[in-house]
Every structure is written in structure tokens, then in C-alpha cells.
Nanobody, 125 residues
Framework: QVQLVESGGGSAQAGGSLRLSCAASGRSFSSYVMGWFRQAPGKEREFVAACSWRGTNTYYSDSLKGRFTIATDNAKNTVYLQMNSLKPEDTAVYYC??????????????????WGQGTQVTVSS
């Protein structure tokens, strides 16, 4: 059982930065794979990044071109998504997710069994 709560969303101008946080609670989440996904209006939910809880293994969407970074802070039970050089096309609801069973960090949203409520990110030009 894992509960995830995202925060840190909001508005930013193109070229700016935001850091999203995902506070995790429950049992066994430290052994899960953690991921970030986003969903723009009218589009399917897409993969952004994933990592092991320790953050020693990471995987990113090729489309992000290194602008986003996923990291964990075990002491705070928190997963972060640092978003730099934001573009208007980054506008979406961003979701934190956890998978109790996935073994491939590139797995899509169907392979995640726990989800946060989402946080809106809006990037203006």
C-alpha cells in the first residue's frame, strides 16, 4: 500500500524552472520503481522519467533532451522532478506513480499500480 501526493506545480514562463515533489507514504514503497508521467489536454498519458527509490538507476523520455531530472531523497520519503528550460509544450498535469512489480524503467503507465492526484504545470511563452 502506497500513497503519493504531488506538489510544486504552477505557472512558469518559457525557459524557467519548476521542481515537483512527490511525498510517499505506506509500506514497502522504498523497494518500488518510481515514475513521473504527464498528460496534456486531449492527449494520452506519457512517460517522463523513472528511477529506483535509491535513485541509482534512472531512465528518461528521449523527447526531454536532458531538461528534466528525477531524484529521490530517502530521508524525506520524497521523489522530485526538476524541470528546467521549460517549454509551452511541457504544459500538462504531472503525475507521480509507483510500481510494485515493474522491472523495466522504461515501462509505460499501464505498469504502475499507485498514482498521485496530479499537479498542474502551465508554461507560457
Amino acid at each position: 500500500q502506497v500513497q503519493l501526493v504531488e506538489s510544486g506545480g504552477g505557472s512558469a514562463q518559457a525557459g524557467g524552472s519548476l521542481r515537483l515533489s512527490c511525498a510517499a507514504s505506506g509500506r514497502s514503497f522504498s523497494s518500488y520503481v518510481m515514475g513521473w508521467f504527464r498528460q496534456a489536454p486531449g492527449k494520452e498519458r506519457e512517460f517522463v522519467a523513472a528511477c529506483s527509490w535509491r535513485g541509482t538507476n534512472t531512465y528518461y523520455s528521449d523527447s526531454l533532451k536532458g531538461r528534466f531530472t528525477i531524484a529521490t531523497d530517502n530521508a524525506k520519503n520524497t521523489v522530485y522532478l526538476q524541470m528546467n528550460s521549460l517549454k509551452p509544450e511541457d504544459t500538462a498535469v504531472y503525475y507521480c506513480a509507483a510500481s510494485s512489480y515493474v522491472r523495466n524503467l522504461s515501462a509505460g503507465p499501464r505498469f504502475y499500480d499507485y498514482w498521485g492526484q496530479g499537479t498542474q504545470v502551465t508554461v507560457s511563452s
